[in-house]
């Protein structure tokens, strides 16, 4: 047979890292094992009442969880029993979350996770995902773990990811050496590698923000939107505009085909709406990883941006690197 799972795929890359002890591996392991039950829970989720508002109750009396607090615990569960992982911080959670699991507190790495992004799809059957990203932690193994070890640099990733819930649930990471792409295959249970060596088209037709609020985007980005469909003619055709809102899907779609997303600064949202930690430094190393950019939209990377606060957003363009460039370009005009 010539299918590789991610279990495998993870033990054969731990060569590349000849001082690894397994940890890493294990931890990846353990979060693809959190992937799977978030996607057979988002899988039944519109027959088992756990679509909608938290704060309800079920008929059997029991309270119903929102999916993405259900993603939120798969991922605490799974990462406490792991014992690689000392704290985790969650779009879900004002502080960090310190694991008590038997081994955690020794535990060298910290994980940061939007275990359901696109919450506004759930409800409607539209493609959600989960993203990850793994640091070393700084603080000594054994002693307490704060929010500092979380707030690190991107640059300081070690790995990241994400997992897509669509018409086939597939994760896709990346340890800073190239990006690989999984399939769930509900049939085996497993995730099988499907896209090996993800490589980012350096630039394509696609162009992903929310254009209903390009009223309130600087002059330079207004001008690139026109000049996506106008100007643009002399290209061939104008680019097509797909905006999903939900950033993982948007971004998996763009991955694959080259395409530029843009989420910048509006007056609801001065600083954009998307999280540094949570969303951005993730996306960004992936896309860096296959050969794409991402940048603040001033040509400053996102990961070298050094976070403040655990919930800090800021603006983003990212994909395909001369789209970047371009809405780059664009934007200093
Ligand atoms: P969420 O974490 O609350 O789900 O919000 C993040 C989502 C992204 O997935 C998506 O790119 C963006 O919000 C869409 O925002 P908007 O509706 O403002 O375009
Ligand atoms: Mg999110």
């Not at 002890?21 to 353990?30: A, F, Y």
């Not at 090996?196 to 002059?219: F, L, M, Q, R, V």
């Not at 106008?230 to 763009?254: L, W």
Request: proline letters at 4%.
């Amino acid at each position: 047979m010539s299918i590789t799972t991610l279990g495998q795929f993870i033990i054969e890359k731990q060569k590349d890292f000849p001082f690894a002890k397994g940890e890493l591996s294990r931890l990846l392991r353990d979060i693809g094992i959190a992937a799977k039950i978030i996607s057979r829970e988002v899988n039944k989720a519109g027959l088992t009442q756990i679509l909608g508002d938290h704060g309800s109750v079920n008929v059997q009396g029991e309270d119903v969880k929102k999916l993405d607090i259900i993603g939120n615990e798969t991922f605490i569960w799974a990462l406490t029993k792991g014992g690689e992982v000392c704290a985790m911080a969650s779009e879900e959670n004002d502080e960090i979350i310190p694991l008590d699991g038997v081994y955690s507190k020794s535990g060298k790495y910290v994980v940061c996770i939007d275990p359901l992004d696109g919450s506004s799809n759930i409800d409607v059957n539209v493609s959600i995902g989960t993203i990850f990203s793994i640091y070393r932690r700084i603080s000594e193994p054994g002693t307490d773990v704060t929010e500092k070890d979380v707030l690190q640099a991107g640059n300081r990733l070690v790995a990241s990811g994400y997992v897509v819930y669509g018409t086939s649930t597939m994760l896709v990471y990346s340890t800073g050496k190239g990006v690989n792409g999984f399939t769930l295959d509900p049939s085996i249970g497993e995730f099988c590698l499907s896209h090996p060596d993800i490589k980012t088209p350096k630039t394509g037709k696609i162009y992903s923000t929310n254009e209903g609020n390009a009223g309130e985007y600087s002059e330079g980005l207004k001008n690139y939107l026109a000049w996506v469909k106008e100007t643009n003619k002399e290209e061939g055709r104008p680019y097509s505009a797909r905006y999903i809102g939900s950033m993982v899907a948007d971004f998996h779609r763009n991955l694959l085909k080259g395409g530029v997303f843009i989420y910048p600064p509006t007056a609801k949202a001065p600083n954009g709406k998307l999280r540094l930690m949570f969303e951005c430094i993730p996306m960004a190393f992936l896309t860096e990883q296959a050969g794409g950019k991402a940048t603040l939209g001033n040509g400053f990377r996102v990961l070298d941006v050094e976070p403040e606060k655990l919930h800090q957003r800021v603006p983003i363009v990212m994909g395909s690197s001369e789209m970047v460039d371009k809405v780059e370009e664009f934007m200093k005009a």
